[in-house]
C-alpha cells in the first residue's frame, strides 16, 4: 500500500516565477491538507481539499491556490514566487469518515533564488 | 487566532533518561491534539487525543491531555538515540484546520 507521495523532491526556481507541487493522498484517504514548513519551525497550514473544495484556508495570500482532482490527488499552485517562499511543503492525507489521524508525504524541498 | 506553544525548544539528555515535552494551546472549537514525530522530512504520527486524563501509550512513549488547563506533555522513558528528533505538537479544530507548534528538538546521547 503506497504512502503518501509528493513530487517533485527538490526543486528550484527564481523570484517572480510559478511552481505547481503534486500529492497523491494514501490509498482510501479522500482529504489532501497542504503544510509550509520553513526552516526551524512547524509546519504552517495552507488549505485544506475534501471532495475537489478547498475545506478550510490557513493565513496565505491568494498567490497560494490549489485543486483537488477526482481521484483525490491535488496540486499546490504558487504564483509571483518570493524569495520567503523558500521551504518544504508537505502534504498529508486523510479520511474524513475517521478520526482525521493524518499521514504525511515525504515533502518537496523547494528554493527560491 | 489558534496558537501551540511547545516547550522546551531543544533538550539534550544521555541514553537512558527520561523526558517530559510539553505543549499548551489556544484553539477555537477544539477537536483532537496530536504529536508526531519528525526525523528528517515527513512527520510520523504518535498520538492523538481527543479527551482528558486518559493516557495513550506506545511503547517507551506516552501522552496525556488536561483540556482545562489547555496543555499536553509527551513522556519519552529509557531514551535511545533513535528518539533523536524533532517532537511536533498539533491541534486541530472541528472545521479540519490544524495549527503545529515550532517543536522540540531531542537529541539523545550515547
Known amino acids: 500500500d503506497a504512502g503518501v507521495t509528493q513530487s517533485p523532491t527538490h526543486l528550484i526556481k527564481t523570484r517572480g516565477q510559478q511552481v505547481t507541487l503534486r500529492c497523491s493522498p494514501k490509498?482510501?484517504?479522500?482529504?489532501v491538507s497542504w503544510y509550509q514548513q520553513a526552516l526551524g519551525q512547524g509546519p504552517q497550514f495552507i488549505f485544506q481539499y475534501y471532495e475537489e473544495e478547498e475545506r478550510q484556508r490557513g493565513n496565505f495570500p491568494d498567490r497560494f491556490s490549489g485543486h483537488q482532482f477526482p481521484n483525490y490527488s491535488s496540486e499546490l499552485n504558487v504564483n509571483a514566487l518570493l524569495l520567503g517562499d523558500s521551504a518544504l511543503y508537505l502534504c498529508?492525507?486523510?479520511?474524513?469518515?475517521?478520526?482525521?489521524?493524518?499521514?504525511f508525504g515525504p515533502g518537496t524541498r523547494l528554493t527560491v533564488t | 487566532e489558534d496558537k501551540v506553544v511547545q516547550s522546551p525548544l531543544s533538550l539534550v539528555v544521555h541514553e537512558g533518561d527520561t523526558v517530559t515535552l510539553n505543549c499548551s494551546y489556544e484553539?477555537?472549537?477544539?477537536?483532537?491534539l496530536l504529536w508526531y514525530k519528525q526525523e528528517k522530512k515527513a512527520p510520523t504520527f504518535l498520538f492523538m487525543l481527543t479527551s482528558s486524563g486518559i493516557e495513550k501509550k506506545s511503547g517507551r512513549l506516552s501522552s496525556i491531555l488536561d483540556k482545562k488547563e489547555l496543555f499536553s506533555i509527551l513522556n519519552i522513558t529509557a531514551t535511545q538515540t533513535g528518539d533523536s528528533a524533532i517532537y511536533l505538537c498539533?491541534?486541530?479544530?472541528?472545521?479540519?484546520?490544524?495549527?503545529f507548534g515550532d517543536g522540540t528538538t531531542l537529541t539523545v546521547k550515547p
Open positions: 498539533a491541534v486541530e479544530t472541528n472545521a479540519g484546520k490544524s495549527t
Open positions: 498529508a492525507s486523510s479520511w474524513a469518515g475517521s478520526s482525521y489521524e493524518q499521514y
Open positions: 484553539v477555537t472549537n477544539f477537536r483532537s
Open positions: 490509498s482510501g484517504h479522500d482529504t
